[in-house]
């Protein structure tokens, strides 16, 4: 792994920044860096042009941020006119906030500093994204928002998308290293991190089926986990996870934490652990699908119910908002015998789920004018038990109905935490819906069939938080010239995940890494 004397003197070899992965965070690191003093950037991938973007592309766009209200993020999005901001409730989420929910989330086990280091520099990371990249943020009324009184009233602390979700993002990405003039080199896999004595000095790249050696003084690995490597899967998140569907690119196999891994580098954060989430049933198995992208996502259960294939319910659908519980209810429906379940809503509900996920061109539906008709359907679905189906359906509504009887003046509100729940002091269920428990009783029945989505793995490379750059496991210390962001940063969620906070720290990391890659450049 040294690189010696026979590492090639041609100049065209040479850069001053080596980005690995072609994503949302490597993107911002590759800018970051050009920005910040570097004039010779290089991004590769191994992954063909037509599968540009890693996991970024796959997203909503969504990114989770500290901001101080409607005000402040206004003159960022692209999508609200002087007047419909009349009517929109949107509160306040301060650093706390932010760093609450990942440290709640992650059951107190993420590392302060580095939840620290995403909290803070979270708005000047968007703001940058806004004004340098140029990403067409929009207010993510379909997403996180419903109309309340008359009012757009925002939830669950996140409020910025971008316009086409994660195409759009990935589009406004290329279009900002394009005229930076900072190329791609794709079908060119990393394959081994040089060193001399105790410093990176490049990459041996095959290009064209031959071996390359790139000199450069910093090297940024942003090439994501290892969530698309089946057998990583089963080793270390278990076998049940072989047969999770991966969400994004078929790409992200580990090659960052081997490559890292060879140079010493340190392990850390949640191997154990991974973002998944409701799934389409009928989605492909290996890779997402870049027409439909994120619309296979099933996130509609907070509204109804999920029942797995015997018939029982396995979480309670109203413990919080979606975008604090589908990260580890995904991880649930795998769990659950064969690995699917179906989300039941009855029709009072229906209008409200979101086109993108549950129109008719995008998911298969199951509808039928009572319950038991439902049952009958689904055993064509996978359903194995209908009159267990049945039957849970039927006391969950008990249940709804007693809650009601003894506190009439809960109303059902989907923009809050309403405490509509299914516990009274006459009737509880072993497994509560706490808030939006609403009876299961107005024809027609609708039911969607969904399994588990994988969509990063949370363990990763131990960094320091100032500058990313990768800490080496025998000294403690950052190996001077290895940096990384995005999903291969380790320690900042465990377990479970606040949504949008992943681009988001993949943006922060980035940022940081591309300028800390510069300061070394300035001094190679």
């Known amino acids: 792994?040294?690189?010696?004397?026979?590492?090639?003197?041609?100049?065209?070899?040479?850069?001053?920044?080596?980005?690995?992965?072609?994503?949302?965070?490597?993107?911002?690191?590759?800018?970051?860096?050009?920005?910040?003093?570097?004039?010779?950037?290089?991004?590769?991938?191994?992954?063909?042009?037509?599968?540009?973007?890693?996991?970024?592309?796959?997203?909503?766009?969504?990114?989770?941020?500290?901001?101080?209200?409607?005000?402040?993020?206004?003159?960022?999005?692209?999508?609200?006119?002087?007047?419909?901001?009349?009517?929109?409730?949107?509160?306040?989420?301060?650093?706390?906030?932010?760093?609450?929910?990942?440290?709640?989330?992650?059951?107190?086990?993420?590392?302060?500093?580095?939840?620290k280091a995403v909290v803070d520099g979270s708005r000047d990371a968007v703001q940058w994204l806004a004004e340098r990249v140029k990403v067409p943020f929009i207010f993510s009324f379909h997403r996180q928002a419903y109309l309340v009184n008359g009012r757009q009233v925002f939830w669950g602390g996140l409020v910025l998308s971008v316009e086409d979700g994660g195409k759009g993002l990935i589009a406004a990405h290329?279009?900002?290293?394009?005229?930076?003039?900072?190329?791609?080199?794709?079908?060119?896999?990393?394959?081994?991190?040089?060193?001399?004595g105790d410093a990176i000095v490049g990459l041996v790249v095959n290009r064209k089926g031959t071996p390359l050696r790139l000199r450069a003084p910093a090297v940024i690995l942003a090439c994501g986990g290892f969530e698309a490597n089946k057998d990583l899967r089963g080793r270390y998140l278990g076998p049940d996870w072989e047969r999770a569907k991966v969400r994004g690119t078929p790409y992200n196999t580990g090659d960052g934490l081997a490559l890292a891994q060879r140079v010493g580098a340190r392990l850390k954060g949640d191997f154990a652990g991974c973002h998944s989430t409701c799934w389409d049933a009928n989605a492909p198995s290996d890779r997402g699908d870049r027409v439909l992208s994120n619309q296979f996502t099933k996130s509609g259960y907070p509204l109804g119910l999920m029942l797995n294939a015997r018939g029982a319910r396995f979480v309670d659908e109203g413990?919080?908002?979606?975008?604090?519980?589908?990260?580890?209810?995904?991880?649930?429906?795998?769990?659950?015998?064969?690995?699917?379940?179906?989300?039941?809503?009855?029709?009072?509900v229906v209008s409200l789920l979101r086109k993108e996920e549950y129109a008719d061109d995008v998911v298969e539906k199951t509808w039928a004018d009572s319950i038991e008709a439902l049952a009958e359907k689904l055993q064509e679905k996978g359903?194995?038990?209908?009159?267990?189906?049945?039957?849970?359906?039927?006391?969950?509504?008990?249940?709804?109905?007693a809650f009601q009887e003894e506190h009439p003046e809960k109303k059902w509100d989907p923009a809050v935490k309403d405490g509509l729940s299914t516990q009274s002091s006459t009737v509880k269920l072993e497994l509560p819906k706490s808030n939006w428990a609403l009876p299961v009783e107005k024809p027609p029945f609708l039911a969607v069939k969904v399994t588990c989505g994988i969509t990063f793995t949370f363990g990763g490379l131990a960094i320091d938080p100032d500058t990313a750059g990768i800490i080496s496991d025998k000294t403690g210390k950052p190996i001077?010239?290895?940096?990384?962001?995005?999903?291969?940063?380790?320690?900042?969620?465990?377990?479970?995940?606040?949504?949008?906070?992943g681009l988001t720290?993949?943006?922060?990391?980035?940022?940081?890494?591309?300028?800390?890659?510069?300061?070394?450049?300035?001094?190679?």
Not at 320 to 346: E, H, M, S
Not at 480 to 501: A, D, H, I, K, M
């Open 505 to 524: 720290g993949g943006a922060v990391f980035g940022i940081k890494a591309g300028q800390a890659a510069a300061r070394l450049a300035a001094t190679a």
């Open 383 to 401: 359903l194995e038990d209908k009159d267990a189906f049945v039957q849970t359906i039927a006391k969950y509504n008990e249940a709804t109905q």
């Open 480 to 501: 001077q010239g290895l940096f990384c962001t995005g999903e291969l940063v380790g320690g900042l969620f465990y377990g479970n995940y606040p949504g949008g906070s």
């Open 1 to 115: 792994m040294s690189a010696g004397s026979s590492a090639s003197a041609d100049p065209s070899l040479e850069f001053d920044c080596l980005v690995v992965g072609s994503g949302h965070a490597g993107s911002c690191a590759a800018l970051s860096a050009r920005d910040a003093g570097c004039k010779r950037v290089l991004i590769i991938d191994k992954c063909p042009p037509e599968w540009v973007g890693g996991n970024g592309y796959f997203t909503a766009g969504a990114h989770r941020t500290v901001h101080g209200g409607l005000q402040d993020l206004l003159p960022i999005v692209q999508n609200v006119s002087p007047e419909a901001a009349q009517d929109i409730d949107l509160d306040p989420y301060t650093a706390d906030d932010f760093t609450r929910d990942i440290m709640r989330l992650g059951n107190g086990q993420s590392d302060p500093a580095v939840v």
């Open 174 to 196: 290329h279009a900002a290293l394009e005229a930076a003039g900072i190329e791609t080199w794709f079908n060119t896999p990393a394959a081994e991190i040089l060193v001399d």
């Open 319 to 348: 413990e919080d908002f979606r975008n604090y519980t589908y990260a580890k209810f995904g991880r649930a429906i795998l769990a659950q015998p064969g690995g699917v379940a179906f989300q039941v809503w009855d029709s009072t």
